[in-house]
């Protein structure tokens, strides 16, 4: 989770969860699709659990989860009962995206009730996440309602905290404030290969140079080796 919000977002969501992946990934395994689903199916459980009512706000969500429980079961070869067969396609995927289904209307019929025996699966596992950790959903909510939105880092310091979880050590973050050699040299510091020599200091010779006094070797006439401002003899 990356962040969490409250903030109505005007398209008719009261509020959004956006997940971060921890990394890059080409392909989604079923387990995986079949967590997303429970994520989505969470906003109208919490409904139903705190509330013994249900509204309209999770209308969303229930669209993107059947999406996803019907593409696993017509396109992914995801469903045990169907199996390797591809029974949708996707015409004009760059334009309208509209689904066509390639089998028969009793087969049509089966794919919905293998559809509605996926959702009712994660709908039911939603639903014993958010009781066994009913403590950690009020104190969450409770902290939204002050400050609006979180940050996925708030919200796992609150699950810690109310589960009895150590807070885990934080990892330094690599190659910031460290030399190469592994010495710390933070910005603005001076660095040990630059020797300090302000005006007037002396220099690492061991003379003396004030401002204003004439260097010794500054004018002096290569053939004469007098200095070009001093008057010569005789």
């Known amino acids: 989770v990356h962040t969490i919000s ?11 969860t956006m997940p971060l992946p921890e990394k890059d990934e080409m392909f989604n395994s079923r387990n995986q699709m079949l967590e997303h689903i429970v994520v989505d199916l969470g906003g109208r459980v ?17 669209k993107q989860a059947t999406q996803l429980a019907r593409a696993m079961v017509t396109q992914y070869g995801m469903s045990k009962k169907f199996g390797l067969i591809g029974l949708q396609t996707i015409e004009s995927q760059y334009l309208e ?10 087969t049509a019929a089966e794919v919905d009730s293998e559809v509605m025996r996926i959702l009712k699966e994660c709908y039911d596992e939603a639903l014993t996440l958010l009781r066994e950790n009913r403590a950690v959903l009020d104190k969450i909510a ?7 939105t979180i940050t996925g880092k708030e919200f796992m310091k609150i699950y810690r905290r109310e589960k009895g979880i ?3 050590e934080e990892k330094p973050e690599d190659g ?12 603005g510091a001076q660095s040990s290969a630059v020797v300090q020599n302000p005006v007037g200091a002396q220099n690492p010779a061991g003379a003396q140079n004030p401002v204003g006094a004439q260097n010794p070797h500054v004018g002096a006439d290569p053939y004469s080796g007098q200095n070009a401002g001093a008057p010569g003899p005789g």
Do not use: W
């Open 97 to 106: 995206g509209r689904a066509v289904m390639n089998c028969s209307d009793v």
């Open 142 to 148: 409770a902290h939204l309602i002050e400050k609006e």
């Open 166 to 168: 150590p807070e885990p």
């Open 176 to 187: 910031r404030g460290q030399n190469p050699a592994g010495m710390q040299n933070p910005v």
């Open 46 to 62: 919490a409904e139903e659990l705190i509330f013994q009512d249900v509204t309209t706000g999770a209308s969303q969500d229930i």
């Open 6 to 16: 409250i903030i109505p977002t005007g398209m008719g969501a009261a509020g959004y």
